[in-house]
């Protein structure tokens, strides 16, 4: 019954904004980190961001920063990713998941750590 649900994604021009949602349920997400990853076809999946258990640690990827913003809502069990500037190459599923986390740090190089994932929402940057 633990559940992540992304949304959020959509078409959106180059240059253009978007938030991503990952909506948490079945466990307190107070306990965890949380990391966005995307995929893009034909490509493996990348670590773009991460969160610590409390928002007061995030790390980006270096083709990210800058532009992508991570916060999170423990109360609403809500977790967000702001994104400007989008570039074509953004174009990926994005997932969100959880890590039990035991310090307020996170790490979003190391996927196979996160054991609950969402199921994703397609980002498209094209003109």
């Known amino acids: 019954q633990l559940q992540l649900v992304e949304s959020g994604g959509g078409l959106v021009q180059p240059g253009g904004s978007l938030r991503l949602s990952c909506a948490a349920s079945g466990f307190t997400l107070g306990s965890y980190a949380i990391g966005w990853f995307r995929q893009a076809p034909g490509k493996e999946r990348e670590g773009v961001s991460c969160i610590s258990k409390s928002g007061g640690r995030s790390n980006y990827a270096e083709s990210v920063e800058g532009r992508f913003v991570v916060s999170r809502d423990n109360a609403k069990n809500m977790v967000y990713l702001q994104i400007r500037s989008l570039k074509p190459e953004d174009t990926a599923v994005y997932y969100c998941?959880?890590?039990?986390?035991?310090?307020?740090?996170?790490?979003?190089?190391?996927?196979?750590?996160?054991?609950?994932w969402g199921q994703g929402t397609q980002v498209t940057v094209s003109s």
């Open positions: 998941a959880a890590k039990l986390a035991d310090q307020d740090m996170c790490d979003m190089r190391r996927a196979y750590e996160y054991g609950y």
